[in-house]
């Protein structure tokens, strides 16, 4: 058994030290698969990013000017109305005839009026030919010009009557959505009192208020001096982003917060932006031309910084360190360490080392 198995061994080995060395000469000549992109010089904007919160653009309160019971209510909660929509309907006849009076009295002074008037007239004529004394003359005029005044009082009793008559029926003072209703048909309504009927928000257009840290304060207001600043409101669970200007920049500091409050006026005309919603706002300052630029997903994290393997043109990688200066929809905007036209590993990372060849699998969609 010992003789046969010395006389295999000699062969095993050989067998070993030929497998050996085989593998050795292949393992350098394969390849990994790697997916890469081309960096490329472009333009991108310079912007802040925010979470934001919309607010409306006017808010009104709908209160009685009067005391009266609500007849009837002319739109459903959470309708949209327009500026001069009737909304409510307070019962009139109390009014009605307050007015009527008022009328009346004004009528019954007027006719006094006219009749002192004449009076007046008749004692002039007969103080001027020295037949009546000049006493008697003034304190006719003085009646007549008192029941002037009266009349005046009365037409002024009557304007109130009327506005008060107004007050009566309530139409919306600007554009926007109703909330909900505070009061119903058949209830008293006082003047000015609470709760309110209704309130209107104007969502069309709409503010969107957001914060950036204090050390930007001078970079925003540079930036303004050269005209208005866009700015990006995109709703939480949505893609699509809303369009605005910079319209306001608050003019203090938070001091518990560090941070100042701006805002931005959007049209918002589809109502995707609503009061009280929080947005991811992006504020663009400018546009940086000639940016070097490169896929997010070739920035790999490393102990000593960020790094990128880029593939020359032997097929074999290296790895430079780079400095990203700001991320923007996926795309990476590095300051150094890449230069155009370069190509840099997007995926496959984790199987490369400095020197190994590598195999394009395919460009992503940036190449």
Same mark, same amino acid.
């Given at each position: 058994? !010992?003789?046969?198995?010395?006389?295999?061994?000699?062969?095993?080995?050989?067998?070993?030290?030929?497998?050996?060395?085989?593998?050795?000469?292949?393992?350098?000549?394969?390849?990994?698969?790697?997916?890469?992109?081309?960096?490329?010089?472009?333009?991108?904007?310079?912007?802040?990013?925010?979470?934001?919160?919309?607010?409306?653009?006017?808010?009104?309160?709908?209160?009685?000017?009067?005391?009266?019971?609500?007849?009837?209510?002319?739109?459903?909660?959470?309708?949209?109305?327009?500026?001069?929509?009737?909304?409510?309907?307070?019962?009139?006849?109390?009014?009605?005839?307050?007015?009527?009076?008022?009328?009346?009295?004004?009528? !019954?002074?007027?006719?006094?009026?006219?009749?002192?008037?004449?009076?007046?007239? !008749?004692?002039?004529?007969?103080?001027?030919?020295?037949?009546?004394?000049?006493?008697?003359?003034?304190?006719?005029?003085?009646?007549?010009?008192?029941?002037?005044?009266?009349?005046?009082?009365?037409?002024?009793?009557?304007?109130?009557?009327?506005?008060?008559?107004?007050?009566?029926?309530?139409?919306?003072?600007?554009?926007?959505?109703?909330?909900?209703?505070?009061?119903?048909?058949?209830?008293?309504?006082?003047?000015?009192?609470?709760?309110?009927?209704?309130?209107?928000?104007?969502?069309?257009?709409?503010?969107?208020?957001?914060?950036?840290?204090?050390?930007?304060?001078?970079?925003?207001?540079?930036?303004?001096?050269?005209?208005?600043?866009?700015?990006?409101?995109?709703?939480?669970?949505?893609?699509?982003?809303?369009?605005?200007?910079?319209?306001?920049?608050?003019?203090?500091?938070?001091?518990?917060?560090?941070?100042?409050?701006?805002?931005?006026?959007?049209?918002?005309?589809?109502?995707?932006?609503?009061?009280?919603?929080?947005?991811?706002?992006?504020?663009?300052?400018?546009?940086?031309?000639?940016?070097?630029?490169?896929?997010?997903?070739?920035?790999?994290?490393?102990?000593?910084?960020?790094?990128?393997?880029?593939?020359?043109?032997?097929?074999?990688?290296?790895?430079?360190?780079?400095?990203?200066?700001?991320?923007?929809?996926?795309?990476?905007?590095?300051?150094?360490?890449?230069?155009?036209?370069?190509?840099?590993?997007?995926?496959?990372?984790? !199987?490369?080392?400095?020197?190994?060849?590598?195999?394009?699998?395919?460009?992503?969609?940036?190449?």
């Amino acid at each position: 058994m !010992r003789a046969a198995l010395t006389a295999v061994l000699p062969a095993i080995l050989l067998c070993l030290s030929a497998c050996s060395t085989k593998t050795a000469e292949t393992a350098p000549n394969l390849a990994v698969p790697v997916t890469v992109a081309k960096a490329v010089q472009k333009t991108v904007p310079i912007n802040l990013t925010a979470i934001g919160t919309a607010e409306a653009y006017s808010t009104v309160s709908i209160k009685s000017q009067v005391n009266a019971i609500l007849e009837q209510v002319h739109f459903k909660q959470g309708d949209f109305v327009s500026k001069g929509d009737l909304l409510f309907t307070l019962d009139a006849r109390p009014f009605q005839s307050a007015l009527a009076q008022s009328e009346a009295n004004l009528a !019954r002074d007027q006719a006094q009026a006219e009749l002192n008037q004449v009076q007046s007239a !008749r004692y002039q004529k007969l103080y001027d030919a020295g037949v009546a004394p000049k006493e008697q003359y003034d304190q006719m005029k003085a009646t007549a010009d008192a029941q002037e005044a009266l009349v005046h009082a009365d037409q002024a009793a009557v304007q109130s009557s009327k506005l008060q008559l107004q007050y009566c029926t309530i139409y919306s003072p600007t554009d926007g959505r109703t909330g909900a209703l505070q009061v119903y048909p058949g209830n008293l309504v006082k003047e000015n009192d609470v709760p309110i009927l209704v309130v209107i928000n104007q969502i069309s257009p709409i503010f969107v208020d957001f914060s950036v840290p204090e050390q930007y304060l001078g970079v925003v207001k540079k930036y303004m001096g050269g005209g208005r600043l866009q700015i990006e409101a995109t709703p939480y669970g949505e893609t699509v982003s809303e369009v605005g200007y910079l319209t306001f920049v608050d003019n203090n500091v938070d001091n518990t917060t560090g941070t100042i409050k701006l805002k931005g006026t959007f049209p918002n005309e589809d109502h995707r932006l609503w009061p009280g919603q929080f947005s991811t706002v992006s504020l663009r300052l400018a546009e940086e031309e000639k940016a070097i630029v490169v896929p997010s997903q070739a920035v790999q994290a490393g102990q000593s910084g960020d790094f990128i393997f880029v593939v020359k043109a032997d097929q074999t990688v290296e790895s430079r360190p780079v400095k990203v200066a700001r991320q923007l929809e996926g795309e990476s905007v590095i300051a150094s360490g890449v230069a155009p036209g370069d190509t840099v590993v997007t995926d496959g990372q984790l !199987r490369l080392i400095p020197g190994i060849k590598v195999q394009v699998k395919a460009a992503s969609a940036g190449s």
